[in-house]
């Protein structure tokens, strides 16, 4: 185990140990980070990367210590270096660019006097070869990576200060960049939060915090990189730069007085103002990518920067061998948390996937039960929980078990409208291919463009159609995006002599079935509806009445007093709805397609919620059409009317009437599967 | 700026300090009781330099007290220094300048040289060669000489100098030693197994603490850690360790709960001389240190491990005539480090003008 110390306890110290900790993590080392040498309380950004890394070492024996400078170390970390036991031939290194020589002798000495040994020294960069970011803490290695063909789009990241994006013709200049099509503009910044005006402007090309971008990883997305200003601690801009030069790919110096260029590193100078960027890439820079990459892969200055040099630098030892290759697996994440629609289109998508095809989930514990009725193994995920010490401790123990489930070259296929910052980080970090299953029907919200620029992250992005054209978004230019039918069940499980089996588990007569499904959990409490619902059917003889819910969701006591009302906890209730003369239904996106295409007389109740889908249009153009009837989520007096109106004035035949004449698209399932399936080809 | 008058053979000879009043512990000590030894020799000029190291840290209270005492004024350097014999005490302080010094002018400069040059290993200390650089820069003399204060110090910079050829330099000929002007106080009549150590809390001051621990172990009647102040933030404690910030006590009292100072360092760092080590001898008490440190003393200072040290106590304790005998004959040996007797080593070494020029 190589343990990598800052020189103190502070946040840019710890970041520069966690691009190191990165850089050797990719080469296959075993590196931790001690959490006592992580100030408290570690942002969430940082929090994230150093998860895997952070580890209490107390008990261990130690071998490797790496310390970072360029100071001598304070009072905690010499702490921390007294509490390890270390072993006898245990290996000792300090690095750093130390700004003098005294700086230097009393950075050796501070560990000497903590470790009772002496430290070997290195240099941070080769000797006579001036670095990159002199302000630097790490040493910087430039990861050998694989050439990205050049056909397609280029990604091109623009490095900068927040406070870059307020300059208006800046911000203009970054626009008329997010409209190329050949281009796919990535915006990074760090120091303080931009102005929420400048980022409206940008639209869906919204900037990443350079916190969030694990350099190691960045070669993958980027082509063309361009630097505008360094930060004051650069280390993870130097990790950054150093990834994409060890990979081949452009970096533009458009810092005031090309301070990048001035080191040596084959870095290109370019137009400080952005306006002239646009006709420097189209002049200079893109019609000679290839050459560039082979110019830098002859450069001197990084032939002594090669991941090799700096291992064999540090003596490390070897590191492990990587895993044997696996056959590639999709692996699903279905977001639910109380509800499990997006497990169910999941596994519906799932189930026509290739048998040559190994499917596989992460799921959350209310999902888990379906996923496997389905015959998917599934990795638990961890819900969140008001128990926990930060509301994302949940999402960074489920990235790490994402992270220990995944292996280059998976599918990684992710059904929700909400992209955890666990996601985000994976799609960056992992080798992957990768799909988000995203339906439409948003309600208009101030960040929504936001929450759809994450689709950014993925590879490609399905969307389920709706069934009724007018509830579908306008198609989509640019990007990978493609719409499929509707994902929906197929026929539901034998309903032969169900109402038989009903009547002879709940002892009660079965003339009338009323089915309620109006979800609730999170979004909103449903129990008066149902109580009216249940106290209609009370004043009828030989009536039953089932609240179908999910497993796992909770209904209130007072239901059970109702002598014609029953409650069912079921990952079928489809079947139920097959065999009721009526449902009384949420307008979800699964069970109102499933309510459709099964042709199921249907009383909607829309649930809304602000971060919900707009239920309200999607059960008014059924009950436009005449495919089924609607109330207003909070009409009590309403529901009880049209529900009589049903049961008793013929309207259920109506209904399934029109529902029987009526022409629906075909369903997306198989699309869907084939087109999250060529990816894996 | 002004020039600096020539030096008048007629007149008494000169002596010029030039100190950073700022210096902590033994270094301020040595300068204070110097001064007081050398009293009436010579028209003595002090100058301050106030270094970066030290930041906005006071003067030192006991040098403050010495030039009240001697009536002497503390002059800070503005301009050249000039005298018959400059004397600059511990050269470390420059390590953090970057500007170039004040001209020296003088027949003899004699830098002290208070903290070893290499560690233990052979690492330099700090950063010499920066500093006896920018001091040969600044400086005019007929001879520059390098003083170590002990046969530690010596053999340091011997080791240094074999590095880094500094033909400007030489070492004295003897040990410009720290004076050592304690009160004696008589050794108790029947040791206890009560132990202590007294030291700055810097991290070079202590061993690792396994080593901590075989020094102080749960058996012993007392434990006390005088300057604990990073054990106390680090939260390392043991039930049967009394841990005291540095200046908690004062060093009498401090001894006073005492029988045993048990003194070992980090073993990457080397006490040049270790003044608390004299004045726990002059305090009536036995010391056990490493064996480094121990050859700079004669009886009552024991050079050991941390492993061997129970056994040592253990027989002291059985045998209390020994440890006084130890403590008798250490005393004795301080008496080498006496003002009397620096005085008659400076006057080996700088003559008076007369003798010069005779």
């Known amino acids: 185990m190589i343990v990598i110390l800052p020189d103190e306890v502070s946040l840019p110290a710890f970041d520069a140990c966690l691009v190191l900790a990165d850089q050797l993590a990719r080469a296959g080392h075993d590196v931790a980070l001690d959490e006592a040498s992580a100030p408290a309380p570690l942002p969430r950004r940082q929090l994230y990367e150093a998860a895997p890394f952070l580890a209490d070492l107390s008990g261990q024996t130690i071998t490797r210590v790496i310390v970072l400078g360029p100071g001598p170390i304070s009072p905690d970390i010499a702490t921390c270096l007294r509490g390890y036991r270390l072993a006898p031939d245990a290996r000792i290194t300090l690095t750093g660019r130390f700004p003098d020589t005294q700086t230097r002798i009393a950075s050796i000495a501070s560990l000497a006097y903590a470790t009772g040994r002496e430290p070997q020294l290195l240099a941070a960069d080769p000797p006579g070869s001036p670095p990159l970011l002199p302000a630097a803490r790490a040493p910087f290695s430039a990861p050998p990576g694989r050439l990205r063909d050049h056909t397609g789009r280029r990604d091109l990241m623009i490095f900068c200060p927040a406070e870059h994006l307020a300059d208006p013709d800046f911000n203009l200049g970054l626009r008329q960049l997010s409209l190329r099509p050949d281009l796919r503009l990535r915006p990074v910044v760090w120091g303080p939060a931009a102005d929420p005006l400048a980022l409206a402007a940008l639209g869906p090309c919204q900037p990443q915090d350079l916190a969030d971008l694990p350099p190691s990883a960045v070669a993958r997305h980027c082509d063309i990189a361009v630097v505008c200003a360094t930060p004051a601690d650069p280390d993870r801009l130097g990790g950054v730069l150093m990834a994409c030069l060890g990979a081949g790919r452009t970096v533009i110096d458009a810092t005031p007085g090309h301070a990048l260029a001035a080191s040596g590193a084959p870095v290109l100078r370019g137009p400080a103002d952005l306006a002239l960027l646009l006709p420097y890439l189209d002049q200079t820079i893109l019609p000679n990518l290839g050459e560039i990459a082979r110019f830098i892969a002859r450069a001197p200055w990084l032939a002594g920067r090669s991941g090799a040099t700096l291992a064999e630098d540090l003596a490390l030892p070897e590191p492990a061998p990587p895993a044997a290759a696996t056959d590639p697996v999709a692996l699903f994440l279905p977001t639910n948390g109380v509800g499990i629609g997006h497990a169910q289109r999941c596994c519906l998508i799932g189930r026509e996937m290739a048998a040559t095809t190994r499917v596989e989930f992460a799921a959350f514990p209310s999902c888990l039960p379906l996923i496997r009725r389905h015959g998917f193994a599934a990795t638990a995920l961890v819900p969140r929980s008001p128990d926990h010490a930060q509301p994302y401790a949940n999402d960074i123990l489920n990235y790490l078990r994402l992270k220990r489930a995944l292996r280059p070259g998976d599918c990684f296929v992710f059904d929700g409208g909400h992209v955890f910052h666990s996601v985000q980080r994976l799609l960056q970090e992992c080798d992957l291919r990768s799909v988000w299953i995203r339906r439409g029907l948003w309600q208009p919200a101030p960040d929504l463009t936001r929450a759809l620029a994450r689709g950014r992250f993925f590879d490609r992005t399905i969307v389920p159609l709706e069934a009724f054209d007018e509830l579908n978004e306008p198609p989509t230019f640019g990007g990978d995006h493609h719409n499929v039918g509707p994902i929906v069940a197929g026929a539901p499980g034998p309903t032969d002599r169900l109402r038989d089996r009903l009547r002879a588990t709940f002892g009660h007569e079965v003339r009338v079935l009323v089915v309620s499904m109006l979800g609730g959990g999170a979004a909103a409490d449903r129990s008066a509806h149902l109580q009216a619902i249940a106290g209609l059917c009370e004043r009828r003889p030989g009536c039953l009445h089932l609240v179908v819910t999910w497993p796992g969701a909770t209904l209130a006591p007072a239901l059970t007093s109702w002598r014609n009302t029953r409650a069912v906890h079921t990952t079928d209730a489809l079947s139920l709805m097959a065999v009721a003369d009526v449902v009384v239904s949420a307008a979800g996106y699964n069970s109102f397609h499933e309510i459709l295409y099964h042709r199921i007389p249907t009383l909607f109740v829309p649930q809304m919620a602000p971060f919900m889908d707009d239920q309200t249009r999607r059960a008014r153009a059924a009950a436009g059409r005449g495919l089924a009837r609607m109330v207003g989520e909070n009409d009590l007096m309403m529901l009880t009317r049209e529900l009589t109106a049903l049961l008793d004035g013929g309207g259920i035949a109506d209904l399934r009437t029109n529902l029987r004449t009526w022409d629906l698209p075909p369903t997306g399932n198989r699309a869907a599967a084939r087109l999250i399936e060529d990816r894996q080809e | ?358």
Request: aromatic content about 8%; proline content about 11%; overall charge positive.
């Open chain 2, 1 to 358: 700026m002004s020039r600096p008058t020539a030096p008048d053979l007629a007149a008494p000879a000169t002596i010029a300090w030039l100190i950073e009043p700022r210096f902590p512990g033994g270094t301020s000590f040595a300068v204070a009781a110097e001064w007081r030894a050398l009293r009436g020799l010579a028209r003595p000029a002090i100058h301050a330099f106030r270094s970066r190291m030290f930041g906005t840290a006071p003067d030192t209270p006991a040098l403050a007290e010495a030039l009240r005492d001697m009536n002497l004024a503390l002059q800070d350097v503005g301009g050249p220094i000039g005298a018959d014999l400059v004397i600059l005490h511990n050269p470390a302080f420059l390590k953090f300048e970057t500007a170039p010094l004040p001209p020296i002018l003088c027949r003899d400069l004699v830098v002290v040289t208070h903290e070893n040059f290499l560690r233990p290993g052979g690492a330099p200390g700090f950063d010499v060669a920066g500093c006896l650089d920018r001091l040969d820069r600044a400086t005019l003399a007929a001879r520059k000489w390098l003083a170590p204060v002990s046969a530690i110090n010596r053999a340091s910079l011997r080791d240094w100098c074999a590095r880094h050829p500094a033909p400007a330099w030489r070492i004295a000929p003897e040990d410009w030693f720290n004076i050592c002007d304690l009160p004696r106080r008589p050794p108790p009549e029947r040791p206890a197994d009560r132990r202590g150590r007294l030291s700055r809390p810097g991290a070079e001051k202590f061993p690792a603490l396994d080593q901590l621990d075989l020094c102080f172990p749960a058996h012993a009647g007392a434990n006390l850690i005088l300057g604990a102040d990073s054990l106390i933030a680090a939260r390392i404690s043991r039930p049967h360790w009394q841990l005291l910030p540095f200046g908690a006590l004062s060093p009498a009292r401090f001894f006073d709960r005492i029988d045993f100072h048990v003194h070992f360092t980090a073993p990457t760092w080397q006490e040049s001389f270790g003044r608390v080590i004299a004045e726990a001898l002059a305090a009536g008490r036995v010391v056990l240190t490493d064996p480094a440190t121990a050859s700079g003393f004669g009886p009552g200072v024991i050079g050991c491990a941390p492993h061997e040290v129970d056994a040592i106590i253990a027989g002291l304790i059985a045998a209390p005539d020994r440890y006084g005998q130890m403590v008798l004959d250490g005393q004795a040996w301080l008496d080498r480090l006496s003002p009397e007797a620096f005085r008659a080593r400076f006057l080996r070494q700088f003559p008076p003008p007369g003798r010069i020029a005779a």
